[in-house]
């Protein structure tokens, strides 16, 4: 069973900066971190969660939510069984717990239900 832990939230202001980490473990012999996509998710209160960033397995295609695009910024890292979220420029709106998911067919999609594991979530606050 696949398990992934997030770290890295916190509370931070508006216009600051924040990297979010998600490391993976417990992967079925044969398989590979990187036979996964990857994808950032995030809940806040009273709404529903929503697609923020995804990436393909080898971290060349990478997509992102209108409402962070140009500001946050996906990458993974293979070697280490990490994706990370660079979150620049954070508003109040994207406060939220944020999650990470794994597609074990690397399918580059934004649909939550197309990931097959999930992280707890790590909570990230912006003060205005």
Known sequence: Q??????GGGLVQAGDSLILSCAASGLASGRTFSSFGMGWFREAPGKEREFVAGTNWSGSITYYA????????????NAKNTV?????????????????????????SRA?????????GTQVTVSS
Not at 2 to 7: A, H, I, P
Not at 66 to 77: L, P, Q, Y
């Open 84 to 108: 990370y979220l660079q979150m620049n420029s954070l508003k109040p709106e994207d406060a939220a717990v944020y999650y990470c998911a794994a597609d074990r067919l690397s399918r580059s």
């Open 2 to 7: 696949v398990q992934l832990v997030e770290s």
């Open 112 to 120: 939550e239900g197309l990931f097959h594991y999930w992280g707890q």
């Open 66 to 77: 209108d409402s962070v695009k140009g500001r946050f910024t996906i990458s993974r890292d």
